[in-house]
């Protein structure tokens, strides 16, 4: 069946670019899920919509978003390899089984806040893009965060401790190992399918932005959120290498200049989406972007505080390193050269 839904939107897309002139670009581009909220909806696709204009470019882009694709958002560094897709809006945490080294963008107890994560974005980026071209063809075009990933809960908690014994929906394995030092099960789950889990009682808990929560619904299957920042959900931009070398140097500087554009669009949408979903879905107003709820905001506690900033020398940065390593064998080496100078570590 998953052959079948990718060999049909590859048809449609090979027929789609057909229809382009002979001097025209022609990119493929597989996107953020529909579901996944007002990044994807009201930045991303717009922006690949009206790319020629935005970019200057002489280019017909046909877009798919990957909920509508049919391919499961952890094959979109895999999809970019095989050059099914030109351009891949990547998951971080989802695409971290494959290229791990991404996870050094954004491990747990990293980015307590925005300013913290451009700049080890801007640190450890370089060596992201160095990755991805020599393991996936691929290459990295530009970073943005889905915003501070907080935990939403079916069963009322507290504080972190309140996890032991829960299942928690997690986006990679920095956060599992985090939610494991509490007691509870990382368990990972695609976007579209953690509103029915938490439902059904699949998991108990699950982690994401206030945005994407609210967008997909959570709130109506859950009780409490405890807005302890663990994580910003890194996600990006990266082109098929052969896609990017047949390109004309002017095009390639007009591509990666209108990225650019984007990326720091979303920085501070993401940014501005946060205050207000985080209204919007415990009660308060303005509720501006999203749909009123009233879940339980929990008040987040010193020792919470600590135990997240913590989390990264103790756990997510030595798991991550290990398992990194084993792909990348200068993966912690160029981190701790670029990301831990900033660190001080």
């Not at 949408?269 to 999203?290: F, I, K, R």
Request: hydrophobic share 45%.
């Amino acid at each position: 069946m998953k052959r079948r839904l990718i060999a049909a939107a590859a048809g449609v897309i090979a027929f789609a670019a057909g229809a382009a002139g002979a001097d025209t670009v022609s990119l493929r581009v597989l996107g953020q899920p529909v579901g996944s909220g007002l990044i994807q909806q009201k930045k991303e696709q717009p922006f690949f919509e009206a790319f020629a204009e935005r970019s200057g470019m002489d280019v017909q882009i046909e877009f798919l978003p990957v909920d509508v694709s049919g391919i499961p958002d952890t094959d979109g560094i895999r999809v970019l390899r095989n050059g099914l897709f030109d351009v891949v809006s990547v998951r971080g945490p989802q695409i971290s089984r494959d290229e791990p080294t991404i996870l050094g963008l954004d491990l747990v107890g990293l980015n307590p806040d925005f300013a913290a994560g451009k700049t080890h974005v801007a640190a450890f980026m370089p060596t992201v893009d160095k990755a991805m071209q020599k393991r996936f063809n691929a290459k990295l075009l530009g970073i943005w965060p889905a915003g501070p990933q907080v935990i939403f809960c079916k069963p009322e908690v507290s504080e972190l401790a309140d996890l032991d014994g829960l299942k928690v929906r997690v986006g990679d394995q920095s956060a599992a190992a985090f939610v494991g030092k509490f007691g509870a099960t990382g368990v990972p789950l695609p976007f579209g399918e953690v509103q029915q889990s938490l439902a059904r009682g699949v998991v108990d808990c699950a982690i994401t932005g206030p945005a994407s929560a609210n967008s997909g619904g959570w709130p109506e299957v859950t009780t409490t959120v405890l807005p302890v920042a663990l994580q910003l959900a890194t996600n990006g931009y990266a082109i098929n290498l052969d896609s990017w070398n047949a390109l004309s140097a002017e095009n390639q500087q007009k591509l990666q200049a209108a990225i650019e554009v984007l990326t720091d669009e979303i920085w501070t949408y993401s940014e501005e989406l946060y205050v207000d979903a985080m209204n919007c879905n415990t009660g308060p107003e303005p509720c501006v972007h999203g749909t009123s709820y009233s879940l339980k905001a929990v008040a987040v506690s010193d020792k919470d505080l600590a135990a997240v900033r913590e989390a990264l020398v103790e756990t997510s940065l030595p798991g991550w390193a290990e398992q990194c390593n084993k792909v990348n064998p200068s993966c912690e080496a160029d981190w701790m050269a670029s990301v831990g100078a900033e660190l001080g570590l």
